[in-house]
């Protein structure tokens, strides 16, 4: 079974700053995708950023990227500049590789970050 | 836009109900799953559907039974509620491919009482 670890329970960061979360995950599968999730107070859950292990690669989306070490099993989300609109609880999951696409994702805690004005 | 509708925000049960959670999906996806999110657990697989009538256990099932007689339409089933239960409620959907995003509710916290 996969295990998703965040570290954090909370953080905080000043408005413009730069800020990055914590992840490690625990797995025997060599295939496999990692996520984080983003969920603004009384939001919706929504994707932030996807990160496929075959690729070397750190994905980025534009303010938001990751640093994916693989042998590690560390996926740290990094948020530059970083805005009032930032603030959320960051949830990272992992998920292993299927030809049907039909496997779920696994969670960690997450962590609470503020952003201060 | 995807839209994933979960029928109530908030519900106030009494120990014993029987409580129906229900969640519609507008993008025809396959999979749809049940989560539950408490605070310092983060979020646990409850069940999950790979199509209409299709369902399988996650990692928090005791408690709960699903349905899923419409593609579009997955719904939670507390047959006893419990105060162990008061928890929020995500549904979520996602189209079956290799990486596929899932899109979720907006969330149904329950309380029990």
């Known amino acids: 079974a996969q295990t998703v670890t965040q570290s954090q329970p909370e953080m905080s960061v000043q408005e413009a700053e730069t800020v990055t979360l914590s992840c490690t995950y625990d797995?025997?599968?060599?295939?496999?995708?990692l996520f984080w999730y983003k969920q603004p107070p009384s939001r919706q859950m929504i994707l932030v950023i996807r990160?496929?292990?075959?690729?070397?690669q750190n994905a980025t989306e534009n303010r938001f990227s990751v640093n994916f070490q693989k042998a590690a099993k560390s996926f740290s989300l990094k948020i530059s500049d970083s805005q009032l609109g930032d603030t959320a609880m960051y949830f990272c999951?992992?998920?292993?590789?299927?030809?049907?696409?039909?496997?779920?994702?696994?969670f960690g805690t997450g962590t609470r970050l503020t952003i201060i004005p | 836009d995807v839209k994933v509708t979960q029928s109530s925000r908030y519900l106030v049960k009494r120990t014993g109900e029987k409580v129906f959670l229900e969640c519609v999906q507008d993008?025809?996806?396959?999979?749809m799953f049940w989560y539950r999110q408490d605070p310092g657990l983060g979020l646990r697989l409850i069940y999950f559907?790979?199509?209409?009538?299709?369902?399988e256990k996650g990692d928090i099932p005791e408690g709960y039974s699903v349905s899923r007689e419409k593609k579009e339409r997955f719904s939670l089933i507390l047959e006893s509620a419990s105060t162990n239960q008061t928890s929020m409620y995500l549904c979520?959907?996602?189209?079956?491919?290799?990486?596929?995003?899932?899109?979720f509710g907006e969330g149904s916290r329950l309380t029990v009482l």
């Open positions: 797995t025997s599968e060599s295939n496999y995708y």
């Open positions: 559907s790979y199509d209409v009538k299709m369902k």
């Open positions: 993008m025809d996806h396959e999979n």
């Open positions: 979520a959907s996602r189209r079956q491919l290799l990486t596929g995003e899932l899109f």
């Open positions: 999951a992992f998920m292993k590789h299927s030809n049907f696409g039909n496997e779920k994702l696994t």
């Open positions: 990160q496929e292990a075959y690729k070397q």
